[in-house]
Structures are given as structure tokens and as C-alpha cells.
């Protein structure tokens, strides 16, 4: 059981937006704001989307966006593209000495 | 661009040491980022194993931190794992990743991984 808690799956039509949740506690993602999100297409490297809740990489479309409220945080997809179908992970930095804990990923899928 | 390459034996029997090297081009690990590792058991999320700073400072996961090492080679730029007394538990894509320079928590670059199977 992952510390994060994500949905398995969500799915959306192109040009759609989406969002998917991550909920942690207020040791983890409640106490900072230090939410990364990741996209991981199988077989290749992740990439790293979203840091601090809401910051995007040099590179990454603005399509994505990220939000915190509370123990919960968000990341919106919109306009969504083929591309976009990969799986996606959250992850926070915590007070406890497991130092970053990540979600159990979701699997987008484009309809 | 940074580039991180995994490499490793694919099969560990029960009980013995998994190794592991991550080869970074594109970049220096004598830098500001601390390297760490990142596995995932077959149908189970991400799970931070540990960091290392070029100059041989760790930190582990309490989880896991009395059966691993970690080591840092700068003449070859890379850096390495080592799980001992290893299980079928242990059986996942073990990730080599980047920590950012602000926040070592953030994984700004990560090889593709590579599948370790524990089985005899």
C-alpha cells in the first residue's frame, strides 16, 4: 500500500481536461509544499511535470497544472492529447525519515 | 541533457546481493544534486530506497536501510546499489533519479529502469 493514495485509472476524450487526486496526511502532503508529479510512459524514463504543487519544468506545456488544498493535491491535465495516455505519480516530501513518499500511480487513458 | 543508464545482473537467487550501477552522462555527479534510488514491485507503487552525495553521504530508507549501500565512483561518473539478503519482495524496476539542487526530493532526471527478478 502506497503512502500517497491515487486512482487506479481515470480517461478522458481529446481535448477534454482531466484531473487526478493525491492524498496524503499532515505529515506529508498537508505539511509542505513540496508536491512533485510524474509521467511515466512504459519503458521509458519518468519525467518530471509538476514540482512544489504548481511549478513547471522548462519544457513541460502549460496544459498541466497543479493545485493543493489541504492533505490533498491535484494535477489538471486540459486539452488533452494522445500523448497525455501514460501512467502518473505523485510524490511529497515528509517529515518522517522515509525522507519522499509517492502514490500508487494512476493510469490515464485517452478515449 | 542529462542521461541516466541502469545496469544490472536481471537475476538475483534468494538470500544473495543485488547490485546495481547507474551511469550518468550529460552531466557530473560531483555537483550539487544528490543521486538516489527508486523501485517498483510489480503492480505496487514507487518506493524511495536511498540518496547518495557525490562526496559519500547517505541517507536510507529506515525500511530497507540495514540491508543496503550505497556508493559513489567520480572517475567513472556513476554510482551504485547494493541490497543484501534479498527476497522475492525485493523483485521489482529498480530507477536510478536525479534530486533537484533546491530539493533533493524532486526528481528532475531518471534512467528508464531496469527489471530485477529475485528467484532461484
Known amino acids: 500500500q502506497s503512502a500517497l493514495t491515487q486512482p487506479a485509472s481515470v480517461s478522458g476524450s481529446p481535448g477534454q481536461s482531466i484531473t487526478i487526486s493525491c492524498t496524503g496526511t499532515?505529515?506529508?502532503?498537508?505539511?509542505?509544499?513540496?508536491v512533485s508529479w510524474y509521467q511515466h510512459h512504459p519503458g521509458n524514463a519518468p519525467k518530471l511535470m509538476i514540482y512544489?504543487?504548481?511549478n513547471r519544468p522548462s519544457g513541460v506545456s502549460n496544459r498541466f497544472s497543479g493545485s493543493k488544498s489541504g492533505d490533498t493535491a491535484s494535477l489538471t491535465i486540459s486539452g488533452l492529447q494522445a500523448e497525455d495516455e501514460a501512467d502518473y505519480y505523485c510524490?511529497?516530501?515528509?517529515?518522517?525519515?522515509?525522507?519522499?513518499?509517492f502514490g500508487g500511480g494512476t493510469k490515464l487513458t485517452v478515449l | 541533457q542529462v542521461q541516466l543508464q541502469e545496469s544490472g545482473p536481471g537475476l538475483v537467487k534468494p538470500s544473495g546481493t543485488l547490485s546495481l550501477t547507474c551511469a550518468v552522462s550529460?552531466?557530473?555527479?560531483?555537483?550539487?544534486?544528490?543521486w538516489s534510488w527508486v523501485r517498483q514491485p510489480p503492480g505496487k507503487g514507487l518506493e524511495w530506497i536511498g540518496e547518495?552525495?557525490?562526496?559519500?553521504?547517505?541517507n536510507y530508507n529506515p525500511s530497507l536501510k540495514s540491508r543496503v549501500t550505497m556508493s559513489a565512483d567520480k572517475s567513472k561518473n556513476q554510482f551504485s546499489l547494493s541490497l543484501r539478503s534479498v527476497t522475492a519482495a525485493d523483485t521489482a524496476v529498480y530507477y536510478c533519479?536525479?534530486?533537484?539542487?533546491?530539493?533533493?526530493?524532486?526528481?528532475?532526471?531518471w534512467g528508464q529502469g531496469t527489471l530485477i527478478t529475485v528467484s532461484s
Open positions: 510524490s511529497s516530501y515528509t517529515t518522517s525519515s522515509t525522507h519522499v513518499v
Open positions: 499532515s505529515s506529508d502532503v498537508g505539511a509542505y509544499n513540496y
Open positions: 512544489e504543487v504548481s
Open positions: 550529460g552531466g557530473s555527479i560531483v555537483s550539487f544534486n544528490w
Open positions: 547518495i552525495y557525490h562526496s559519500g553521504s547517505t
Open positions: 533519479a536525479r534530486g533537484s539542487e533546491t530539493s533533493t526530493w524532486i526528481f528532475d532526471y
